[in-house]
Each structure stands twice: as C-alpha cells, then as structure tokens.
C-alpha cells in the first residue's frame, strides 16, 4: 500500500511539470517535414542574399581590399593576381555566397529559433533569447574589430619574407585569409560568452 502511494506521488509531480508537453505532440515524419521546410527557407535567404552580394561584388572586393598594403602589387596594375582561368570567376562566387549567408543570418537564426523554440519550456525561452540577441552582437563586433586590425597581418605577412621572395598575392589566398580571419576574431568574441 506504501509503494502505491509513492508511486501516486512520483506520477503526479512528473504531470504537474509536463502541461506543455501534453499541448503540442508531433511525430518524427512531421518534425522532419517542418526541419526540411525551415532549411529550405533558409537556403532560399541564402540564394536571395548571394544574389544581393553578387550584384555589389565589385563594392564588397573594393572594400575587403582596403586593408591590403601598397607593397603587395608586385606588378604594378593596382588589382590582386588571379593565376587560374576561372579563378576570378570563382572568388566573386566565393564572395557572393559568404555575403549571402552574412546577409541571411537574421532568417537563419529565426528559422533556428522557430524549430527549437516548441521544445523549450517558457523559463528556457526567457533565459535562452538574451543569449542569441548578446551573442549575435559579440559576433558582429568582433566581424567589426576583424576588420579593423586586419591590415597589421596583412602588412606583416607581405613584408615578412620581402627580401628572400617576391610576394604575388592572389584573389583567392587574399579573400581565404580574409574569411578565415574575420570569422575566427567573431567566433572568439562570441564564445567568451558561453
């Protein structure tokens, strides 16, 4: 008789806490049809954004070419070296689907957001979303502090071997190292928070 009534009493604590589960039930095929749709929709901000960068790709390589130093134009024509026949083809490829997704974040991390949400209970939610909101601003301040040291390697790296070698700097090593760059200052700045 004593077993039943703990076991009464472990069975009602467990429903007071799951009202919001009983709510809102899916099975797997509908959670993985809403995750397909909420990636095509992601990928969908993607392509729209990459077009958008595409259209100013001269703009955005003008201006990630601010930080590279004078001395890298061992040629003297004023523009980065593309060694390859498509290779110019390509950076501006590389440079529309890296400002797509910059410009795509917003839909990312709402569709994110929209598909974990349900699962969460309120006290998750309210203590969850000043996270996301501090953590996408630490990623974009440190995109933002990136950029703004990014010609002292630049400058190093040019002039470091500039007696032994003669230093041609291609589009594609340029915007790699850009993009490497950038990205690890904004995934440090935002990782302190966590």
């Given amino acids: 008789m004593a077993t039943s009534n703990i076991d009464q ?5 467990f429903d007071d806490e799951d009202p919001e589960l009983e709510e809102a039930t899916m099975s797997l095929v509908e959670h993985l049809e809403e995750l397909r749709m909420r990636i095509f929709k992601s990928l969908i901000a993607v392509v729209v954004g990459a077009v958008i960068a595409f259209i100013f790709r001269v703009q955005i390589m003008n201006f990630l070419t601010l930080p590279l130093p004078k001395s890298a134009d061992q040629i003297g024509t004023g523009r980065l070296i593309t060694t390859g026949l498509a290779e110019g083809f390509t950076v501006f490829l590389k440079l529309a689907l890296a400002g797509g997704i910059l410009l795509a974040i917003p839909v990312l991390l709402y569709q994110t957001w929209a598909f974990i949400s349900p699962g969460l209970y309120e006290r998750e939610k309210k203590t969850a ?4 909101f501090v953590g996408v601003g630490l990623f974009v301040a440190g995109i933002s ?9 630049v400058n190093w790296l040019v002039s470091f071997a500039s007696t032994n070698f003669t230093e041609l700097v291609t589009a594609d090593s340029y915007f790699t190292f850009v993009a490497f760059f950038l990205l690890a200052l904004a995934s440090s700045s935002r990782s302190r928070l966590y």
């Fill in 9 to 13: 009493q472990e069975y009602s604590v």
């Fill in 129 to 132: 979303l000043p996270f996301v």
């Fill in 145 to 153: 502090l990136g950029f703004v040291v990014l010609q002292y390697p």
